[in-house]
């Protein structure tokens, strides 16, 4: 089987994301293009990069989950993507379970985390939506065992 390249993964995640912002309205992209270079920085393998790319497509419902069991994508990638995937109703401890427990995640889901706790980003959403993220990204990361 041919895989989609990277840059192929690249395109079709800024084609799903394109009209979507961040909590501080800022396109949804730049928040891929800083986890994928997280994950790259880290040491991540070009599959662990590629799901970088793709870790919120499926929760945000910009890809189906049958899109991503359909596309050519390696098991390892899918995998990957489905566990950082938070599910409806899940609680944290059944969430960071399942990605220490998928080769890879975690560190998909530390360079997701890096980013979106960084103080440039939080500094401006207003006090109370900062508290509460920053309460659930210490929480998470304390669970991952990444404290």
């Known amino acids: 089987m041919t895989y989609l390249t990277l840059t192929e993964v690249e395109a079709v995640a800024r084609d799903a994301h394109a009209t979507q912002t961040d909590k501080a309205g800022r396109p949804y992209v730049e928040h891929l293009q800083a986890v994928a270079e997280g994950v790259r920085t880290r040491g991540g393998t070009q599959q662990q990069i ?3 790319w793709l870790h919120d497509a499926v929760e945000d419902d910009a890809l189906s989950h049958e899109w991503l ?7 390892s990638v899918k995998d990957m993507v489905l566990a950082v995937t938070k599910r409806p109703g899940e609680d944290r401890a059944a969430y960071t379970a399942r990605i220490l427990a998928t080769p ?7 360079a997701d985390l890096a980013h979106n706790a960084d103080p440039g980003r939080l500094a401006v959403l ?3 939506t900062r508290a509460r993220l920053t309460l659930k990204y210490t929480e998470v990361r ?6």
Do not use: T
């Open 126 to 128: 207003d006090e109370v």
């Open 104 to 110: 890879g995640a975690l560190l998909v889901k530390e």
């Open 50 to 52: 590629a799901a970088a």
């Open 142 to 147: 304390r669970l991952l065992g990444l404290s």
């Open 69 to 75: 069991e359909s596309a050519e994508l390696p098991r």
